[in-house]
T-cell receptor, first 112, second 117 residues
Framework: KQEVTQIPAALSVPEGENLVLNCSFT??????LQWFRQDPGKGLTSLLL?????REQTSGRLNASLDKSSGRSTLYIAASQPGDSATYLC???????????FGQGTTLQVKP | KAGVTQTPRYLIKTRGQQVTLSCSPI?????VSWYQQTPGQGLQFLFE???????NKGNFPGRFSGRQFSNSRSEMNVSTLELGDSALYLC????????????????FGPGTRLTVT
């Protein structure tokens, strides 16, 4: 059974810092992994999808890496801004399905 | 392109009643998945529908059911509501086609907030 852990659970930083959010999963037989952000009381916004054959995926100030063999993914946020404040969730996908297993998320607060 | 829409956005029901939630996927998406989000359990997968067939099911009791229509719109139903069913119910859609890169990238709707009293 896939289990996903995200560290840290919460993070508060001043604006401008570079951040690293960690995600680990117990079953390395994944098809891909998706990173999302969620604003309070809202739905999820897809940030990046990284295929199992990829090592990295980049979108603007965001960079996600994947080490499938060790069951780890990292989301790197460069030059953080107050608008980045949200909960960040990682979710590996086991196969050609819509089923995602979520971690509990990292709640990020970026202070002006 | 319009995003995933869910109706209603908020719902208050009494214990023992039943409820139906609706989800309209992004145009062209054939896979619809449902998730329940609570503060204690986080996000949990309920089920996935593809081309009107249930393709995957999570570990929820039979009171939770769903269906998908020929236009890919989906509904989920919860019968005999319990207090613990109070949650944010999220729907996500994707192309859902095996072998197509990024086909399973999921896009979420805003959710339906269900409160059971």
């Amino acid at each position: 059974k896939q289990e996903v852990t995200q560290i840290p659970a919460a993070l508060s930083v001043p604006e401008g810092e570079n951040l690293v959010l960690n995600c680990s999963f117990t079953d390395s037989a994944i098809y891909n992994l998706q990173w999302f952000r969620q604003d309070p009381g809202k739905g999820l916004t897809s940030l990046l999808l990284i295929q199992s054959s990829q090592r990295e995926q980049t979108s603007g100030r965001l960079n996600a890496s994947l080490d499938k063999s060790s069951g780890r993914s990292t989301l790197y946020i460069a030059a953080s801004q107050p608008g980045d404040s949200a909960t960040y969730l990682c979710a590996p996908r086991a196969g050609n399905t819509g089923k995602l297993i979520f971690g509990q998320g990292t709640t990020l607060q970026v202070k002006p | 392109k319009a995003g995933v829409t869910q109706t209603p956005r908020y719902l208050i029901k009494t214990r023992g009643q039943q409820v139906t939630l609706s989800c309209s996927p992004i145009s062209g998406h054939r896979s619809v998945s449902w998730y329940q989000q609570t503060p204690g359990q986080g996000l949990q997968f309920l089920f996935e529908y593809f081309s009107e067939t249930q393709r995957n099911k999570g570990n929820f009791p039979g009171r939770f059911s769903g269906r998908q229509f020929s236009n890919s719109r989906s509904e989920m139903n919860v019968s005999t509501l319990e207090l613990g069913d109070s949650a944010l119910y999220l729907c996500a859609s994707s192309l859902g086609l095996a072998g197509a890169i990024y086909s399973f990238e999921q896009y979420f709707g805003p959710g339906t907030r269900l409160t059971v009293t």
